[in-house]
Nanobody, 124 residues
Framework: QVQLVESGGDLVQPGGSLRLSCAASGFTADYYGWAWFRQAPGKEHEGVSCINTSDGVTDYADSVKGRFTISRDNAMNTVWLQMNNLKPDDTAVYYC?????????????????WGQGTQVTVSA
């Protein structure tokens, strides 16, 4: 059974940091591209970041460039999203997703498997 399980969401003050994890099971993560998406109330679903399985190339939404870093460990079947200098606008439910494509983007249609989401709240 394929499963993606996110963790690490929390309440944090503006300027703080969080590290989200996504643990995969039921398939071999080596052959999948990965992404993090977020959904805030009243806002559109946003592709935050993605990473290719083929070459490790990453991409970020302009809103998080320079603050967020996506990384992966194929041996551990895990992907992380390091989030620094968090802002109230980063408040959302964050989802990880996996795609069987070598090259991926930040559009949701690329992705086959999705986690259940983890809540990130940035507030003083």
């Amino acid at each position: 059974q394929v499963q993606l399980v996110e963790s690490g969401g929390d309440l944090v003050q503006p300027g703080g940091s969080l590290r989200l994890s996504c643990a995969a099971s039921g398939f071999t993560a080596d052959y999948y591209g990965w992404a993090w998406f977020r959904q805030a109330p009243g806002k559109e679903h946003e592709g935050v970041s993605c990473i290719n399985t083929s070459d490790g190339v990453t991409d970020y939404a302009d809103s998080v460039k320079g603050r967020f870093t996506i990384s992966r460990d194929n041996a551990m079947n895990t992907v992380w999203l390091q989030m620094n200098n968090l802002k109230p606008d980063d408040t959302a439910v964050y989802y990880c997703a996996a795609s069987p494509s070598f090259y991926v983007g930040r559009g949701p249609r690329d992705y086959t498997y999705w986690g259940q989401g983890t809540q990130v709240t940035v507030s003083a």
